[in-house]
T-cell receptor
Framework: NAGVTQTPKFQVLKTGQSMTLQCAQD?????MYWYRQDPGMGLRLIYY???????DKGEVPNGYNVSRLNKREFSLRLESAAPSQTSVYFC???????????FGAGSRLTVL | AQRVTQPEKLLSVFKGAPVELKCNYS??????LFWYVQYSRQRLQLLLR??SRESIKGFTADLNKGETSFHLKKPFAQEEDSAMYYC?????????????FGTGTRLQVTL
């Protein structure tokens, strides 16, 4: 049982490049989330999907897009990466609503 | 808006000393509060939630609605408690789909 799987684990981008962070869960959870973790800022919600077919903005959505591809998968896309998007990104899922979240291992992104 | 405040970035205690990690929140309704923990090289995971009213790894937390606080306590710190601790809030309506985290407190337990 893998839980929440994120890929890639590490990525270095140049300013202006695009990339997609992938997230998949195998727990049949309805809700999925993308957070970013920055020193001194804690975890901030980027986007979430309360259920398959819906997505909503969190606290810091600018510069990001998401796709809830199906119940299992929730991807995060950076269309034109900026140095301010250097961070560790966490995907999480929950059975329903922001109840108990199960987190992925994180993806460390550096934008030069 | 919902907000979670953890005033201490770092809390350093000696092994065997009591621990109190502070968490205050701002929310107009009835929130649900959680503590999550991230040990070194491990995933962020749930430590406890206020509705369970249970003790996990010796930690307890009581929701004080009057003081809008949810402090995490342990009577005797252990080395293995060293980790990053996050307090989090889930709203009761509208924002029930979102979990808002505080900025985190790093607990360092030394010999």
């Amino acid at each position: 049982n893998a839980g929440v799987t994120q890929t890639p684990k590490f990525q270095v981008l140049k300013t202006g490049q695009s990339m997609t962070l992938q997230c998949a869960q195998d727990m049949n959870h309805n809700s999925m989330y993308w957070y970013r973790q920055d020193p001194g800022m804690g975890l901030r919600l980027i986007y979430y999907s309360a259920s398959e077919g819906t997505t909503d903005k969190g606290e810091v959505p600018n510069g990001y897009n998401v796709s809830r591809l199906n119940k299992r998968e929730f991807s995060l896309r950076l269309e034109s990466a900026a140095p301010s998007q250097t961070s560790v990104y966490f995907c999480a899922s929950s059975v329903s609503g922001a109840n108990v979240l199960t987190f992925g291992a994180g993806s460390r992104l550096t934008v030069l | 808006a919902q907000r979670v405040t953890q005033p201490e970035k770092l809390l350093s205690v000696f092994k065997g000393a009591p621990v109190e990690l502070k968490c205050n929140y701002s929310y107009s309704g009835s929130p649900e509060l959680f503590w999550y923990v991230q040990y070194s090289r491990q995933r962020l995971q749930l430590l406890l939630r206020h509705i369970s009213r249970e003790s996990i790894k010796g930690f307890t937390a009581d929701l004080n609605k009057g003081e809008t606080s949810f402090h995490l306590k342990k009577p005797f710190a252990q080395e293995e408690d060293s980790a990053m601790y996050y307090c989090a809030l889930r709203g009761s309506t509208g924002t029930a789909s979102k979990l808002t985290f505080g900025t985190g407190t790093r607990l360092q337990v030394t010999l």
